[in-house]
């Protein structure tokens, strides 16, 4: 098992940046993979971002050039640095993880993240 605290979230206008951070309660260097997501009122959750073990990483085309996804094997934390935020960003977010054979996967709570424009 594994328990994430995320944090990092809060309201900043149009164009500005935040930086989310992502706790794990154990190593996450075996773990498959983490991820943020992203829920927006009325919305679906949407994958935002995701590292690999490896290191590799993808994002969805919304974020694309803006958002980078990072994790720090030794503090147990995965970062989102979100830059030339837009009030669509404006949501919810997630950190995931996926662990072991079986892939269970495992979520926060959640931050907010608001953006004014």
């Known amino acids: 098992q594994v328990q994430l605290v995320e944090s990092g979230g809060g309201l900043v206008q149009a164009g500005g940046s935040l930086r989310l951070s992502c706790a794990a309660s154990?190593?996450?260097?075996?773990?498959?993979?983490m991820a943020w997501y992203r829920q927006a009122p009325g919305k679906q959750r949407e994958l935002v971002a995701i590292?690999?073990?490896?290191?590799?990483?993808n994002y969805a085309d919304s974020v694309k050039g803006r958002f980078t996804i990072s994790r720090d094997n030794a503090e147990n934390t995965v970062y989102l640095q979100m830059n030339s935020l837009k009030s669509e960003d404006t949501a919810v977010y997630y950190c995931?993880?996926?662990?072991?054979?079986?892939?269970?996967?495992?979520w926060g709570q959640g931050t907010q993240v608001t953006v004014s424009s």
């Open positions: 154990r190593s996450i260097f075996t773990i498959n993979y």
């Open positions: 590292v690999t073990s490896g290191g590799s990483t």
């Open positions: 995931n993880a996926n662990v072991g054979v079986f892939s269970h996967n495992y």
